[in-house]
């Protein structure tokens, strides 16, 4: 391992430190991280905490809300100028005003809200400030703390022995007949580089777009460049046949030094200054879509959920990881998009969830942490309602589809309101890995956002949401006591 990985990790530690003590003696700080796979719903859950904060108004399971003690939540300047602030006026907005989903992000962003609450302690009363720092960043950047035990020669093997998987054969083909003609002790030739990692990286995008759907396979910032999108950092790929070693002006010499200064330039950084930081960690998890998928999408899910905990290092006695655990103390697992659910459905779907994340917590020897799940609506964008088939009611949602979603044989316009039977989870979660659920049997159009209409004195409406005061009490109701 290269010495200034230590010297900067050692240097992490120190600055760890004297950001708690200082946090301490100024201001209690709290750092929320928001994570979860693309298009799992960070974007929108951000957007609707922040909403339920600033706009102060009762929210049963979120006892500082609920008891009245919330007095005035603000976005103030976010502590950390080198991160994109998450632009929230912009996505409320295009919520409520335009009833659209807020725009896709593949990103790290910030946000710094300042909470005044009236502490409920018996032996300590009075007025308390919190400092609530919001980070929403990819989930697929988590994957990346297995490359950081990895040499590129056992990556490349390990990455070339997953297309083996059963159902990927027809998948990775064209990658791998890429590979067939790439020799690693050739001339160092950026031109080849550049052919062997675009090759590379349509299998991964192939992979995420088939039956998988969910993305296990690192690197994440081929799956989530972010801001490094195009860039030469990113212009490697594993090689077939490697020797132990490689001539350093070989093709696979040049591959390596890629790979470890990704592992150096990006990687590191990204665990040391944010993922590290994090107090509480909710991981969303679109558990409906993997469902509807099929089984093969639900264990790459599972997959992914041991990553996540091998990240977040809960009892796992690795040296590596060990040093880029975060302080993370509690940790909520949620699925969302329940509102596709009616409310019948809603303890089944966290069921699931509990039984994936405990498998996995299993696998991983997970310890340490309060790990918790839930099944939630970030923003709720049905009602509940039956409709009858036959001499059957059946419990369905209603809601406005997309325009141009597609249910049985119609299709939708983005206007009319549609009542739907999305189908039932079954009883038994462990059914559904058995492959209970046929694959495309449930029906999850996707509905606009609901109507938010402004309260009589002309403030503007909440949003309204599933089980989200639930997370919100989980995740930093202790903290505002
Ligand atoms: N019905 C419903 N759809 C949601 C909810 N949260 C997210 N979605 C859908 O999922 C999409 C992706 O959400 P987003 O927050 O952008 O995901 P991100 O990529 O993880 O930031 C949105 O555009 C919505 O279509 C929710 O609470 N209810
Ligand atoms: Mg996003």
């Given at each position: 391992?290269p010495l200034?990985d230590?010297a900067?990790?050692a240097?992490?530690a120190?600055?760890?430190?004297?950001?708690?003590?200082?946090?301490?003696l100024?201001?209690?700080?709290?750092?929320?991280g928001?994570?979860?796979?693309?298009?799992?719903?960070?974007?929108?859950?951000?957007?609707?905490?922040i909403?339920?904060?600033?706009?102060?108004?009762?929210?049963?399971?979120?006892a500082?809300a609920q008891?009245g003690?919330l007095r005035?939540?603000?976005l103030v300047?976010?502590?950390?100028?080198?991160?994109?602030?998450?632009?929230f006026?912009?996505?409320?907005?295009?919520l409520?005003?335009?009833?659209?989903?807020?725009?896709?992000?593949d990103r790290?962003?910030q946000?710094?809200?300042?909470?005044e609450?009236?502490?409920?302690?018996s032996?300590?009363?009075?007025?308390?400030?919190l400092?609530?720092?919001v980070?929403?960043?990819p989930?697929?950047?988590?994957?990346?703390?297995a490359?950081?035990?990895?040499?590129?020669t056992?990556?490349?093997?390990?990455?070339?022995n997953?297309?083996?998987?059963?159902?990927?054969?027809?998948?990775?083909?064209?990658?791998?007949?890429?590979?067939?003609g790439?020799?690693?002790?050739?001339?160092?030739?950026?031109?080849?580089a550049e052919?062997?990692s675009?090759?590379?990286?349509?299998?991964?995008a192939?992979?995420?777009?088939?039956?998988?759907?969910?993305?296990?396979?690192p690197?994440?910032?081929?799956?989530?460049?972010?801001?490094?999108?195009?860039?030469?950092?990113?212009?490697?790929?594993?090689?077939?046949?490697?020797?132990?070693t490689?001539?350093?002006?070989?093709?696979?010499?040049?591959?390596?030094?890629?790979?470890e200064?990704?592992k150096?330039?990006v990687?590191?950084?990204?665990f040391?200054d944010?993922?590290?930081?994090?107090?509480?960690?909710?991981?969303?998890?679109?558990?409906?879509s993997?469902v509807d998928?099929?089984?093969?999408?639900?264990?790459?899910l599972e997959?992914?959920?041991?990553?996540v905990?091998?990240s977040?290092?809960?009892?796992?006695?690795?040296?590596?990881s060990?040093?880029?655990a975060?302080?993370?103390?509690k940790?909520?697992?949620a699925?969302?998009k329940?509102?596709?659910?009616h409310?019948?459905?809603?303890?089944?779907?966290?069921?699931?969830l509990?039984?994936?994340?405990s498998r996995?917590?299993?696998?991983?020897?997970?310890?340490g942490?309060?790990?918790?799940?839930?099944?939630?609506?970030?923003?709720?964008?049905?009602?509940?309602t039956?409709?009858?088939?036959?001499?059957?009611?059946?419990?369905?949602?209603?809601g406005t589809?997309?325009?141009?979603e597609?249910?049985?044989?119609?299709?939708?316009?983005?206007?009319?309101?549609?009542?739907?039977f999305?189908?039932?989870?079954?009883?038994?979660p462990e059914?559904?890995?058995?492959?209970?659920v046929?694959?495309?049997?449930?029906?999850?159009?996707?509905?606009?956002?609901?109507i938010?209409?402004?309260?009589?004195?002309?403030?503007?409406?909440?949003?309204p949401?599933?089980?989200?005061?639930?997370?919100?009490?989980?995740?930093?109701?202790?903290r505002?006591?």
């Open positions: 391992m200034t230590l900067s990790r240097g992490s120190v600055r760890a430190f004297a950001e708690a003590s200082s946090d301490l100024l201001q209690p700080t709290l750092r929320l928001v994570t979860g796979l693309a298009r799992s719903g960070k974007t929108v859950f951000t957007t609707a905490l909403h339920h904060l600033v706009e102060t108004h009762a929210l049963p399971a979120f500082p008891e003690r005035r939540a603000r300047p976010q502590p950390d100028d080198d991160v994109p602030r998450f632009p006026e912009e996505h409320f907005a295009s409520t005003e335009a009833r659209h989903w807020p725009r896709s992000t790290i962003s946000f710094r809200l300042e909470i609450y009236e502490r409920a302690g032996w300590r009363s009075g007025p308390g400030t400092m609530l720092d980070v929403d960043y989930g697929e950047w988590l994957l990346d703390l490359l950081i035990e990895s040499g590129y056992a990556w490349s093997r390990s990455t070339i997953g297309t083996r998987r059963a159902g990927r054969a027809a998948t990775a083909a064209p990658w791998l007949d890429t590979l067939k790439l020799d690693p002790n050739g001339p160092l030739d950026e031109v080849v052919r062997a675009n090759a590379f990286k349509t299998y991964l192939a992979l995420r777009a088939g039956p998988e759907a969910v993305a296990t396979t690197p994440g910032r081929f799956l989530m460049p972010g801001d490094l999108a195009g860039s030469p950092a990113l212009t490697f790929a594993p090689l077939d046949g490697l020797a132990e490689h001539a350093p002006d070989s093709l696979a010499g040049l591959m390596e030094r890629r790979f200064a990704y150096a330039k990687v590191v950084p990204f040391r944010h993922f590290q930081r994090v107090d509480r960690q909710i991981v969303l998890v679109d558990v409906l993997a998928a099929g089984p093969t999408a639900v264990a790459e997959e992914a959920l041991d990553a905990l091998l977040l290092n809960i009892g796992r006695n690795s040296f590596f060990k040093l880029f975060p302080r993370a103390d940790i909520l697992f699925a969302t329940a509102d596709h659910l409310q019948t459905s809603h303890d089944r779907l966290d069921a699931l509990r039984l994936l994340v996995a917590m299993r696998r991983t020897e997970a310890a942490a309060r790990v918790g799940t839930v099944a939630l609506a970030s923003v709720r964008a049905t009602r509940e039956t409709v009858h088939d036959g001499s059957e009611a059946l419990r369905a949602v209603s589809p997309e325009a141009g597609v249910v049985g044989d119609e299709r939708f316009d983005g206007t009319t309101e549609a009542a739907i999305p189908g039932e989870l079954p009883a038994r059914s559904v890995l058995d492959g209970a046929e694959p495309g049997s449930l029906r999850f159009p996707r509905f606009r956002p609901p938010v209409r402004p309260d009589a004195l002309g403030r503007p409406g909440h949003l949401q599933i089980r989200l005061d639930r997370a919100m009490q989980f995740l930093i109701g202790d505002l006591t």
